[in-house]
């Protein structure tokens, strides 16, 4: 029977394959259940969150984490899809050099704003995925969300294109930023590469490079155990607090941590049990692990 391991990897996935490929090849090493946080649309590049086991248990801790791009936009066209693999909608002239406009539609792209997600993406309207209402040859735009922009600058341009860095919250389509910043310049734009560097403090240079034989088998040393990509602090806890948590009682305590990584000691020595919340004197139990064997 296949070990099932509990846990993460972090991989750079290139561009042009589908993120769920990548996952499927993982499996063949990490075990039957596993799942991605921050899927990429298949021309993207960079960083995804794999995760095995239990792990997939923690993954919402994760999505709320700013992210990281670098990309392209091409400058003069507007697509069905906003990247480069759709159909042009809208043509129209190239940005002019004027500095000042420049500056003011940067400055759009900072804190907290209001942004229509592509016709081609996962959002639900009415229950439907706005892409497949596409792909059926009903478009419908999605309505506006609230998304927030921690950093956006322009590091190249041409006369033609620009390429940028962009730290964004969860939900953000960069796609959409082609479009929207294209049209704050006058112009028409959508987007021809993509690459996330970073999601929260965990970034490209950490991640395993998938080959382009989509091999795994020499990932396991990049492989990280469900308590290690947890940024918290640790309370270690007795076996019979250990049980009372599981059973769930609250405990009584001197920390205080809003959310802490639990551990007590065994036989074997150090056991992660979960997430806790030590507040007020008291610890409670977030979200805990039942015991498992790392092969089970």
Do not use: C
Not at 76 to 93: I, P, R, Y
């Amino acid at each position: 029977m296949k070990k099932q391991y509990h846990g993460f990897l972090l991989v750079d996935k290139p561009a042009g394959l589908i993120s769920r490929r990548a996952l499927n090849k993982a499996l063949r090493v990490y075990g039957k259940k596993g799942g991605i946080e921050g899927i990429l649309d298949p021309f993207a590049s960079g960083l995804l969150i794999l995760g095995f086991g239990m792990g997939t248990r923690f993954f919402s801790l994760f999505h709320e984490l700013p992210k990281t791009y670098s990309g392209t936009i091409l400058f003069g066209s507007e697509t069905d899809t906003l990247d480069h693999q759709g159909k042009e909608v809208f043509h129209a002239d190239l940005p002019s050099n004027d500095i000042e406009l420049w500056e003011k539609a940067i400055a759009k792209f900072q804190g907290s704003i209001q942004q229509i997600p592509p016709a081609y993406s996962n959002v639900k309207v009415g229950g439907v995925r706005s892409r497949e209402l596409a792909f059926q040859g009903t478009p419908i735009e999605p309505p506006a969300r609230t998304v927030f922009f921690h950093d956006f600058e322009i590091t190249n341009r041409l006369s033609d294109r620009a390429d940028f860095i962009a730290t964004v919250s969860a939900g953000t389509y960069l796609r959409s930023l082609a479009r929207d910043f294209a049209r704050e310049l006058h112009s028409a734009g959508h987007l021809i590469a993509l690459r996330r560097l970073s999601i929260g403090n965990w970034a490209t240079e950490q991640a395993f490079p998938v080959n382009s034989e989509i091999d795994f088998s020499e990932s396991l040393s990049y492989f990280l155990p469900i308590d290690k990509m947890l940024p918290y602090p640790e309370i270690i806890i007795s076996p019979e607090d250990a049980f009372a948590l599981l059973q769930g009682k609250v405990l009584t305590t001197r920390e205080e941590e809003p959310m802490a990584k639990l551990y007590t000691l065994d036989a074997s020595g150090k056991k992660f049990l979960g997430l806790g919340m030590a507040q007020n004197s008291i610890l409670k139990s977030v979200r805990l692990l039942p015991e498992y064997a790392e092969d089970k």
